[in-house]
């Protein structure tokens, strides 16, 4: 009889430990899946910008056309005043003069000048 209560007693419940222990793995999940959440923000905001600096660079490379020859210059703009509705992307164009033909590359900076994108192009004297 004596043998019987002792195995009811052992599997009476839950210990305190088991408890702490499986909230520790419960959180440790958590934590797992919430920093993912936000690199995928992170990776989903990237993405957007370099959309839109892709948009902005193709934008420069067209008004290359309507421009003469002899004003292609280098010129560097800053943030605001690059677009007036895209505050937080500047452009810098490098124009490298080869005689008949120039090289442009043209570069378009976002997030502080950390990430750019970039476009080369050569422009022939007709």
């Given at each position: ?6 195995k ?13 222990v ?11 899946v ?21 948009s902005l660079?193709?934008?420069?490379m ?17 943030y ?15 124009v490298?003069d ?14 502080n ?14």
């Amino acid at each position: 009889m004596k043998s019987k209560n002792k195995k009811q007693k052992l599997q009476a419940g839950v210990s305190l430990l088991e408890v702490l222990v499986t909230v520790l793995i419960v959180t440790g999940g958590l934590v797992v899946v919430m920093s993912s959440f936000i690199g995928i923000q992170k990776s989903s905001r990237y993405v957007e910008h370099m959309e839109t600096a892709n948009s902005l660079l193709r934008l420069e490379m067209e008004s290359l056309r309507s421009l003469p020859y002899a004003s292609i210059d280098s010129e560097s703009g800053s943030y605001g005043s690059s677009w007036n509705d895209q505050h937080d992307f500047r452009q810098e164009r490098d124009v490298t003069d080869l005689g008949n033909v120039k090289r442009v590359k043209i570069k378009v900076y976002f997030d502080n000048d950390r990430h750019y994108a970039e476009a080369t192009t050569i422009i022939a004297k007709l």
